[in-house]
């Protein structure tokens, strides 16, 4: 590149085209139309940041001081410029002369000339830097700083008329104490401006400059130089609202900490769920409770009345088996039922053991088979607690029950269930074929668990007391007692009466027998049709109706069929024994008849007879 230059013809010397001073005398004039700073690239050079073979390297560019308003400043001579009169060029401002317009041939902050100089040279006397570069000028104490100038052209400036050669076109500086003068407006060609990074230097960092007189305008490139300090224009931020931002970093990490524990906090319970955790298995357990339950409660009424039960093994010539009884009295004397201790016979042998553990022999007392009842005694044993005996007559269908007993030897065995019917009409026994061994039973029927072994067992009701001894079960066999039905309990148990088990047991302990009522009849057993009909003739082929007897006083004929005992309906001669054996000898019975086609009612009073 040239190493000046040009200027433009016909302008006056030391003015600027276009503007005026702001004091101390007018400018010079604009001389025609304004031309651009630069002529049109015939080359098309490519803007800066990307360079064409003949475009020079793209300028570095450093931001100076601005002088204070009014306050002239002097720069380095102009690199091809000799000032007026031929002296060297001093520094000397243009408006120390009292012209607002600096002298000719010198160049003014804000010109081109200037813009091509890096700003901040230091003053006269200051010897250059090592690089051999310009010196760079300090601005004057007070002086106020100015934005950077940026260099707008690429290439030489064109010549003006009036101008020397080499010279620069220069803007007037206001004079002291002046505002600023106005500036022209300038056409500038469109250029984009690449970004350009431009190193972090302080002002006071001495740049190499080219040497004076070698023409070249361009800054050399420093990597060493720190750029200078630079505002980013961000807004301080309030202490208010670095606090609200401080809480709300807090909560969010607060949330984030929270949502990892507890994933991490899931991940390792089902790992130990999965694996067993990581120690020995304890298993978790209830603490130890009172031993206390309500007395209507299943528990309650089993913890009361076992004491009372107690189990019976019995052996002899005809036998042995397993039945269970309860305490009576306090004298020893236990109720069970017959087909228990028939095995023992005269001589065989009955071991009694009690819900504790403790046994003791026993004999029998006395027993009954139209009734299947049986009392044994023990002695040598206190401490006894007799079980309360309650009232059969009171009973109602549903009512809840317990049974225990000793089913297939298992003592102390507790069931329950409900009352399912009363006045069941049962037969058991009958093993011996004449009869003698049928137990006629109008019994209370339950769906609570009898098996073989509860034969003889309490059946108790909610307050614990004794409502009937449990004797039958209905098995899917054909065995219809407990030692015939070895199938076990489909739930059709039947239990004897209290009522009647009392009476007969009393019987039983005082006399040794007990009575049976009767009404002095012959039945035939035989007959098929609905009711219960009187033999044509009786057992030893005398007369079905004992003379003088209740039946015989009621006016009973055989052949009469009896249909109905007490407004209860009877369908066969089984069933008119049970009904009647539920009662007591001496009671008044009112009977339904049929005799020829015709009904008839008649009253009697039961008579007894000694059961074997």
Request: net charge negative.
């Amino acid at each position: 590149m040239a190493g000046s230059a040009p200027v433009e013809e016909g302008v006056a010397g030391g003015s600027v085209p276009g503007e005026s001073g702001a004091s101390g005398g007018s400018g010079g004039s604009v001389a025609g139309q304004v031309r651009p700073l630069h002529d049109p690239d015939p080359y098309s050079t490519p803007p800066y940041g990307e360079p064409g073979p003949w475009a020079p390297a793209p300028p570095v560019q450093h931001p100076g001081a601005t002088p204070a308003q009014g306050t002239s400043v002097s720069g380095p001579p102009l690199t091809g410029a000799v000032p007026a009169g031929g002296a060297p060029f001093q520094g000397a401002p243009a408006a120390a002369a009292g012209h607002g317009t600096p002298a000719h041939g010198t160049a003014a902050y804000g010109t081109a000339a200037h813009a091509a100089q890096p700003l901040g040279t230091p003053a006269h006397g200051t010897p250059p830097p090592p690089y051999g570069g310009a010196p760079q000028v300090a601005p004057p104490q007070g002086a106020v700083p100015q934005p950077p100038h940026q260099q707008v052209a690429q290439g030489p400036v064109p010549p003006q008329p009036g101008l020397p050669q080499g010279a620069v076109p220069q803007q007037a500086l206001p004079a002291h104490g002046a505002g600023p003068a106005p500036q022209p407006h300038m056409p500038q060609p469109h250029m984009p401006q690449p970004h350009m990074p431009q190193p972090h230097m302080p002002q006071s960092t001495h740049m190499p400059q080219p040497p004076a007189g070698s023409g070249a305008h361009w800054q050399q490139y420093d990597p060493w130089r720190a750029a200078p300090l630079q505002q980013n224009g961000a807004v301080p931020v309030s202490r208010e609202r670095r606090r609200k931002q401080a809480k709300r970093v807090l909560v969010v990490g607060a949330a984030l900490i929270a949502l990892i524990s507890g994933g991490v906090g899931g991940v390792i319970g089902a790992y130990l769920e999965r694996n067993g955790g990581v120690s020995e298995v304890e298993l978790p357990q209830a603490g130890k409770e009172s031993a206390d339950r309500t007395p209507g409660s299943v528990a309650g009424i089993a913890a009361s009345a076992l004491p009372s039960v107690v189990t019976l093994h019995v052996s002899g010539d005809d036998g042995q088996g397993t039945g269970t009884g309860f305490v009576l009295d306090d004298r020893g004397h236990i109720l069970t039922n017959n087909h228990v201790v028939e095995p023992a016979g005269t001589g065989g042998k009955i071991s009694v053991t009690f819900s504790g553990g403790e046994t003791a022999e026993a004999e029998v007392v006395g027993r009954d088979s139209g009734y299947d009842l049986a009392v044994v005694k023990v002695s040598g044993v206190s401490g006894l607690k007799p079980l309360p005996l309650g009232n059969s007559d009171n009973v109602r269908v549903g009512d809840p029950v317990v049974a225990i007993g000793a089913p297939f030897d298992l003592a102390n065995t507790v069931t329950s269930g409900i009352i399912s019917a009363k006045e069941r009409p049962i037969t058991a026994g009958g093993e011996k074929g004449d009869g003698s061994d049928i137990s006629y039973v109008d019994a209370l029927q339950t769906d609570a668990p009898i098996n073989p072994g509860n034969s003889g067992g309490p059946l108790v009701d909610s307050k614990a007391r004794v409502i009937g001894i449990n004797s039958a079960i209905r098995s899917a066999d054909s065995g219809s007692d407990l030692d015939g039905g070895q199938a076990g309990s489909i739930g059709l148990g039947f239990a004897i009466p209290i009522n009647q088990g009392k009476r007969v047991a009393e019987e039983l302990i005082n006399t040794g027998k007990a009575t049976h009522p009767v009404i002095g009849v012959t039945l035939d057993m035989d007959y098929t049709g609905d009711g219960a009909r009187v033999a044509t003739k009786g057992n030893d082929g005398g007369s079905p109706v004992n003379r003088g007897g209740p039946g015989d006083k009621a006016g009973i004929t055989a052949g009469d069929v009896i249909t109905d005992v007490d407004g209860q309906r009877v369908h066969s001669g089984e069933e008119l024994i049970v009904k009647i054996r539920a009662h007591r000898p001496g009671d008044r019975l009112e009977l339904t008849l049929k005799r020829d086609g015709d009904e008839k009612k008649v009253t009697l009073v039961l008579g007894s007879s000694e059961g074997d």
